[in-house]
Each structure stands twice: as C-alpha cells, then as structure tokens.
C-alpha cells in the first residue's frame, strides 16, 4: 500500500510563496504519474499539476509561470513550488499517485491520494 503525507501548507499574504512536500512511502515504480490537485470551500477539486516518471510536467493554466512541480526520488518527495500567491489560490492541496505508463494529466485516475494540506492566501 502507497501512502502519501502532504505537509508545508500555511497562511502567507498575498504575493508570498510557499512549498509543499508530499513524502510517499514506496517510490519504486518503473512508471508513474504524480500530481497536485487542490479544492476550494463549495468548489470541485481541480487540478494544478502533474509530472511523470519522466520528468515531464504539465500546468494547470491558472497556475502557470507561478508554481513550479519537481520531485526528488530518492528522497520520496514530490514538491510543489508556488509562488506569487493569490486569494484564490486558497484551497486544501492533495497530491497523488497512480502507477503505471499512460497518458499523465490531470485528468488521469490517481489510485493513491494524501490527507491534504491546507494553503490560505490573504489580500
């Protein structure tokens, strides 16, 4: 069983950044596809990025230039790097995980999911 841990939510102003870390507990696939999807009070979840085992990564239109997606896999660790922060960037950000070759994009069904980390932007 994957387990995913989401952590480095926060409350920063508005143009502030912040990272967000998603440590998964086995990260030895041949092939993959991770993302960070987000969900806003009274909103659907959305998402904001993928990458593959790859390395290549796609945006979420509203995210773009902004947030940067990486991942360290030998320390287990997908990142997400945002920057320039706005109110509306303000949700719970999951990251997940599904295995195997395959198209990676948002769309995708992901099999492993974390609990979430909130972000709050202030105006």
């Known amino acids: 069983q994957v387990h995913l841990v989401e952590s480095g939510g926060g409350s920063v102003q508005s143009g502030g950044s912040l990272r967000l870390s998603c440590a998964v507990s086995?990260?030895?696939?041949?092939?993959?596809?991770m993302g960070w999807f987000r969900q806003a009070p009274g909103k659907e979840r959305e998402g904001v990025a993928v990458i593959n085992s790859d390395d290549s990564a796609n945006y979420a239109d509203s995210v773009k230039g902004r947030f940067t997606i990486s991942q360290d896999i030998a320390k287990n660790t997908l990142y997400l790097q945002m920057n320039s922060l706005n109110p509306e960037d303000t949700a719970m950000y999951f990251c997940?995980?599904?295995?195997?070759?395959?198209?990676?994009?948002?769309?995708?069904?992901?099999?492993?999911w974390g609990q979430g980390t909130q972000v709050t932007v202030s105006s």
């Open positions: 997940a995980l599904d295995r195997g070759k395959g198209l990676c994009d948002m769309r995708r069904h992901f099999e492993f």
């Open positions: 086995d990260y030895t696939f041949s092939a993959f596809c």
